[in-house]
Nanobody, 120 residues
Framework: QVQLVESGGGLVQTGGSLRLSCAAS????????MAWYRRAPGKQRELVAG???????NYIDSVKGRFTISRDNPKNTVYLQMNSLKPEDTAVYYC??????????????WGQGTQVIVSS
């Protein structure tokens, strides 16, 4: 089993910053892509940002220039630095990762989510 545990969510005012963290643990051999998704109230879950093992990144247009995804490979941890937050960033943020387990099988795992609320 591979577990993902997020932290760092909370309540912040418009224009503020938050840093989300997600640590992966379990029988991990390697992690390929790590990503952050979010689900806003009444909307479908969407990909916010992703990062490959080679640290190539991609972002949804609405967060470009404000959010930065990074990872610490030895710690199997991914971060999302969120600056200049807007009320429309309010959502539950989920971490996701895929890779190989120690037995050679593929895995794809999700975290339980962390709430981000941006007040106007």
């Amino acid at each position: 089993q591979v577990q993902l545990v997020e932290s760092g969510g909370g309540l912040v005012q418009t224009g503020g910053s938050l840093r989300l963290s997600c640590a992966a643990s379990g029988n991990i051999f390697s992690i390929n892509t790590m990503a952050w998704y979010r689900r806003a109230p009444g909307k479908q879950r969407e990909l916010v940002a992703g990062i490959t093992s080679g640290r190539r990144t991609n972002y949804i247009d609405s967060v470009k220039g404000r959010f930065t995804i990074s990872r610490d490979n030895p710690k199997n941890t991914v971060y999302l630095q969120m600056n200049s937050l807007k009320p429309e960033d309010t959502a539950v943020y989920y971490c996701a990762a895929d890779g190989l387990k120690l037995d050679g099988a593929d895995f794809g795992s999700w975290g339980q989510g962390t709430q981000v609320i941006v007040s106007s």
